[in-house]
């Protein structure tokens, strides 16, 4: 099943008046009444959701630009911290500016200006980075970490968020629409920190944007409940030219065929390579990109694609989580680039050619709109490789319409997919805790210092973000705080991180003879590998000139022979009979003696040795992985595995930040006697 559409071009609605412009760029509409909203006293929080290309970075620097306001700029990887750092220069010439002094922060840096510096304090170097740099760019978890009071040792960890208040006048968080309830409610802690901190001075009342798809019920509701003023943007588009309209998006053919397990996307690819041969033989100087979910199927893809394009003098680069750094940003300059999510919220690239496979709307429209942004190509064309009930709902809802406008057809996409799990339940159960924390942190501190007043305003301020007027929630939250903290701190380390901890993370010696972390479930599934030592694999890294800090503490250390052709199917066990402890069935609790069934590889015995010891925040349930991922309306890519008790019985099993998630879920599934019961 096939549908060819011919999406239109968009143009977006330049500021009818001329003043409206820096250099010689003329500023679109949106990005004047971004502008706007900043300035506005009565505004807190600004959402810019113009479409994908239209400007969005610029609209959020312009008060950095123009008011020389100073900014945090947080993007979701240090790759595209670092591509928006390089940008900055262009700005300059472009816009015919001067920027205030700008920089970087994130772990590896930090440590490089440790080195550089003899400095063995990791806080002092992100303080100065914090102090020298009107406009900072970096990532939310850092700041996470330090707005919550767990950047640091003892008192100083209340040193940095003084420092990031009195420096900095608003915060950018981009592509936001890709975290979840969790990353939210961190979000929304920090800006309570900041609005109680500066509630008092008005006229250094912290500003927050926000570029993104359009923001969450459940974060429009927090802020709403919390006082917090907000105003979303949108920009205002034509699929025709016409004056006082700018285009930034070009028109593309785009054909939506049928994909399914038993027909999947590597499959896809694979037969239709002769097409994509044609493709660049008709336009020889396009660029293309194949976006795929597995880093698996895109490392076959990727060695395949190179070998048959090879003849052809077609360059193929690949772009995932293994990918080296070097290879990673050498691939967008390569005429083929194979990759994954990396590159969904990675760096902006020219393409003209895409072939992607989406099983939310979310990832659509975000792989989508990497097409058509760039100028200088004769054509644009895309495969969006759908499940098939999808493809069904669009037929329905598109007809046989030839030629349609881009905002029309996006506005399908997101009907067309189903509406996945918000976790609604997960603030009252677990995001309250993750605020207590911050509060558990300040009344530690109450002792040293006279800040008991601050923790009650905050306490209050959290109160009206996740409680009721005649409900305060805070104080119970606190003592579920301490009582986790006390017994199941595990549970409690996976609340205080921002995207949740990786506690199967391996050390890898990759094909390549590069170095790096992966999360072992992966390695098991998709690789065959030999276990090493500690000691050797640090061998290595010296040998190679690698920081050792980055490669200490992992759960194994593994060399990887090759990559398998087919995944193999991963079953955990326990070593009793989960019957006989029903009460641990749809809650979230800590475990040890999880252990490797099948698959079956040399060096299991060795990794399950070691992974029996660890202790892990899980989640069991009685449904299968298939069950509750229908019953539940979980996202595609959700992570829960299969699991075989003593007695061989099946069970599934999340782990981390999904167990906690899945917990949210699952309240209304009750155990009583030796039989699951729904209520």
């Known amino acids: 099943m096939t549908v060819k559409l011919s999406i239109l071009p968009v143009y977006s609605e330049v500021h009818p008046d001329s003043k409206h412009q820096i250099g010689s760029v003329r500023l679109l509409k949106h990005q004047v009444e971004t502008l706007a909203a900043f300035n506005d006293p009565n505004i807190d929080v600004i959402f810019n959701v113009a479409m994908t290309g239209d400007g969005k970075s610029l609209a959020a620097y312009l008060p950095a630009f123009q008011k020389q306001k100073n900014i945090i700029a947080m993007y ?21 500016i001067r920027l205030p002094r700008y920089g970087t922060m994130y772990s590896d840096k930090i440590t490089q200006l440790m080195r550089e510096n003899d400095n063995k304090a990791r806080l002092e170097e992100a303080r100065k980075l914090l102090e020298r740099n009107g406009i900072l760019l970096t990532n939310p978890d ?9 950047y640091g040792w003892d008192h100083q960890r209340k040193e940095l968020p003084v420092t990031i208040g009195a420096y900095f006048d608003y915060f950018l968080f981009d592509e936001f629409h890709i975290f979840g309830v969790p990353q939210v409610i961190s979000v929304m802690n920090m800006l309570g920190y900041l609005n109680v901190n500066y509630h008092d001075k008005p006229a250094d009342r912290k500003k927050f944007v926000f570029l993104s798809a359009t923001p969450s019920k459940l974060m429009n509701d927090l802020l709403e409940s919390g006082g917090l003023r907000y105003k979303k943007i949108e920009g205002n588009y034509l699929s025709t030219e016409q004056q006082g309209y700018r285009c930034i998006l070009q028109p593309c053919e785009l054909e939506l065929h049928e994909v399914s397990q ?124 759908l499940p098939r009930f999808v493809l069904e709902r669009l037929i329905l809802k598109l007809g ?81 705080y301490w009582a986790i903290r006390n017994k199941q701190p595990e549970i409690l380390a996976e609340l205080s991180s921002f995207r949740g901890l990786s506690p199967l993370s391996c050390g890898v010696w990759d094909t390549d003879n590069h170095l790096q972390t992966y999360d072992l479930f992966f390695l098991l599934t998709n690789t065959e590998f030999e276990v090493l030592s500690a000691a050797e694999f640090m061998q290595e890294v010296k040998r190679q000139g690698l920081e050792e800090r980055d490669y200490k503490d992992q759960l194994l250390y593994l060399k990887i022979i090759k990559y398998v052709p087919e995944r193999q199917q991963l079953i955990l066990g326990l070593p009793f009979a989960v019957a006989d402890y029903a009460a641990r069935l749809h809650t979230v609790q800590v475990l040890d003696n999880f252990f490797v069934r099948e698959p079956s590889f040399t060096g299991r015995d060795q990794v399950n040795r070691v992974l029996k ?67």
Not at 269 to 294: C, G, M, N, R, T
Not at 358 to 376: D, E, I, K, P
Not at 651 to 659: L, N, R, T
């Open 613 to 679: 010891t660890k202790s892990l925040t899980c989640i069991l349930s009685d449904m299968g992985r298939k069950e509750l991922k229908q019953r539940l309306n979980l996202p595609t890519m959700f992570p829960i595995q299969r699991l075989q008790d003593k007695t061989g019985a099946e069970y599934a099993v999340a782990f981390g930040q999904e167990a906690l998630l899945l917990d949210s879920l699952l309240f209304w599934r009750k155990t009583k006697g030796d039989q699951a019961m729904f209520l």
């Open 76 to 96: 979701p990887t240090n790759e595209l911290v670092q591509d928006q750092h390089r940008a900055l220069p262009r700005y300059e010439q472009d816009l015919q």
């Open 400 to 480: 046989t319409l030839g030629e349609i406008e881009r905002k029309t057809f996006n506005e399908a996409i997101r009907e067309a997919f189903p509406v996945e799990a918000e976790f609604k339940s997960y603030t009252q159960l677990w995001g309250v805790v993750q605020a207590a924390q911050v509060l558990a942190e300040l009344q530690s501190q109450s002792k040293k210092d006279a800040n008991e007043a601050f923790t009650g305003a905050l306490s209050s301020q959290y109160d009206l973000f996740y409680g009721a007027q005649t409900q305060p929630v805070m104080t119970k939250a606190l003592k579920k």
């Open 142 to 150: 850092l700041i996470h970490l330090m707005m919550s009071h767990q």
């Open 262 to 385: 038993e027909a999947p996307t590597e499959m896809w690819v694979l037969e239709h390579l002769q097409d994509i041969l044609s493709f660049f033989k008709q336009h020889p100087q396009s660029k293309a990109a194949i976006l795929v979910y597995s880093v698996a199927t895109a490392r076959r893809l990727y060695a395949c694609l190179k070998e048959y394009f090879k003849p052809h003098n077609i360059t193929v680069g690949e772009n995932t989580g293994l990918t080296h750094p070097d290879e990673r940003r050498a691939s967008f300059e390569k005429h083929v680039l194979v990759g994954t999510s990396t590159v969904d919220i990675g760096v902006d690239f020219r393409i003209n050619y895409l072939i992607f496979e989406a099983y939310n709307a979310g990832s659509f429209l975000q792989r989508f709109g990497r097409l058509g942004r760039h100028t200088g190509y004769s054509i644009y064309h895309a495969h969006a490789l």
